[in-house]
């Protein structure tokens, strides 16, 4: 995982794992985030905020259909070992 996506990363990959196991579709869940960083390497804010807002429809999308509690806490995602986007 690129240095930049670390700290956000570690905030939202619990929910994220949680919502991916719930909905069962594996090879999804990293799309666009190559698109997102080249455009942070690259000082492309507009391709960068398109990408992110994306990712955020997505995730919320996601969430709702995984009928997951958005005010609820996450306390252990077993992210040990879990496959991540690189």
């Keep these: 995982m690129p240095i930049l996506a670390r700290p956000i990363g570690l905030l939202v990959y619990p929910s994220v794992v ?3 196991r719930r909905l069962r579709q594996p090879g999804h869940g990293c ?5 997102y960083f080249n455009a942070i390497r690259d000082r492309d804010a507009e391709t960068a905020e398109k990408w992110i807002r994306r990712h955020m429809v997505d995730f919320g999308r996601g969430y709702e259909l995984a009928h997951l509690d958005w005010k609820g806490v996450i306390r252990d ?3 040990e070992g879990e496959e991540r986007c690189e």
């Design 31 to 35: 799309g666009g985030a190559s698109e």
């Design 77 to 79: 995602a077993g992210i």
């Design 18 to 20: 949680s919502m991916m």
